[in-house]
Nanobody, 126 residues
Framework: QVQLVESGGRLVQAGGSLKLSCEVSGRTFTRGTMAWFRQAPEGKEREFVA?????????DYSDSVKGRFTISRDDAMNTVHLQMNNLKPEDTAVYLC??????????????????WGQGTHVTVSS
């Protein structure tokens, strides 16, 4: 059974940093795509944050986080990280890890991912 478990979310002040981790068990995604999405409170839609392709290492970011967030993964694709710097109150959300067995394109569409974690809460205070 595939499981994605996120960790690292907490309350942080604006301008601070956090590192989120997503630990994958049950299979590896050595030829696939890993990504982070986020969902803000009040029922907003799931928003793409960042992705990384396993074989090429190519990353992609949303415009709202580009230059502030960095996605990385270990060689075995068992763990994916999201380093978040210069956090802003509008970054407050539940951050979810997603995985696909394929090198999908585009990487920003939630429906391209077959595996999801439960999420970790990030709250940025002003």
């Amino acid at each position: 059974q595939v499981q994605l478990v996120e960790s690292g979310g907490r309350l942080v002040q604006a301008g601070g940093s956090l590192k989120l981790s997503c630990e994958v068990s049950g299979r590896t995604f050595t030829r696939g795509t890993m990504a982070w999405f986020r969902q803000a409170p009040e029922g907003k839609e799931r928003e793409f944050v960042a992705s990384v392709k396993s074989t090429s290492g190519i990353t992609d970011y949303s415009d709202s986080v580009k230059g502030r967030f960095t996605i990385s993964r270990d060689d075995a694709m068992n763990t994916v990280h999201l380093q978040m710097n210069n956090l802003k109150p509008e970054d407050t959300a539940v951050y979810l890890c997603a995985a696909s067995r394929h090198a999908i394109l585009p990487t920003s569409t939630p429906t391209g991912y077959g595996y999801w974690g439960q999420g970790t809460h990030v709250t940025v205070s002003s």
